[in-house]
């Protein structure tokens, strides 16, 4: 699963529309401290599905929402959209009818989170599903956070264990048994 843009909209520190494309080889960003480096790998895990507020470094979820500055007011929403390329058809069946994916998030302040795929509504547990699949997801040990490191290396057998299966691309199974046992 190759991804080949991030747009940005409203998104923590990016309150006006940014693109970051994703070009072939390796991207890197630079920058000094506070200008959003880690925002943007945070606007990539919430695409995905990110749920956990204390995973966005924040209290709760509408604080992804640019909160405004001294010279700009705060924003009503925030809006992330990711593309994959999908030339080679590897998208999952429902996902797979385009050369590009396009996986949308939009928080809206006292209305909550909605997905979209190719302008199609779907559930966050769809786009969750999508990328646990392909072994990327809010989760993946692909992406490491500042101070994940130590964490890592402290880490419990049990928590360990975690990474490993999501390296191996077999969360989603874990979590569709999960969801067959409770029905
Ligand atoms: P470092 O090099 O120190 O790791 P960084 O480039 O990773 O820095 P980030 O942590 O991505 O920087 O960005 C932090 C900035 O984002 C801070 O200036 C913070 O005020 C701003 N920020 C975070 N959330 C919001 C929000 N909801 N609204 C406006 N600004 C925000
Ligand atoms: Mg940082």
């Known amino acids: 699963m190759r991804f080949t843009r991030l747009r940005l909209n409203g998104f923590k520190s ?14 890197g960003v630079v920058g000094p401290n506070g200008c959003g480096k880690s925002n943007l790998l945070e ?4 695409v995905m599905g990110e749920n956990r507020p204390t995973a966005m470094r924040g209290g709760g979820m509408e604080d992804v929402i640019f909160a405004g500055a001294a010279t700009r007011p705060a924003r009503n929403f925030a809006e992330v959209s990711l ?37 199609k509504d779907v559930r966050a547990r769809d786009v969750q599903m999508l990328f646990a699949d392909a072994s990327t997801g809010a989760h993946s040990p692909a ?3 500042q101070g994940q490191i130590s964490e890592l290396i402290n880490a419990k057998p049990k928590a360990r264990r975690r ?9 989603g199974l874990y979590q569709r048994r999960h969801e067959a046992e409770l029905k």
């Open 143 to 145: 992406l490491v956070r």
């Open 83 to 119: 593309h994959i390329d999908n030339s080679e058809r590897l998208a999952p069946s429902g996902f797979n009818d385009q050369d590009v994916l396009e996986v949308v998030r939009r928080i809206t302040r006292d209305a909550g989170s909605a997905y979209k795929a190719n302008t």
């Open 14 to 27: 990016f309150v006006d529309p940014t693109d970051l494309m994703i070009l072939d080889g390796l991207t």
């Open 43 to 46: 606007a990539l895990r919430w």
């Open 163 to 171: 990474i490993l299966e999501e390296a191996a691309g077999i969360s």
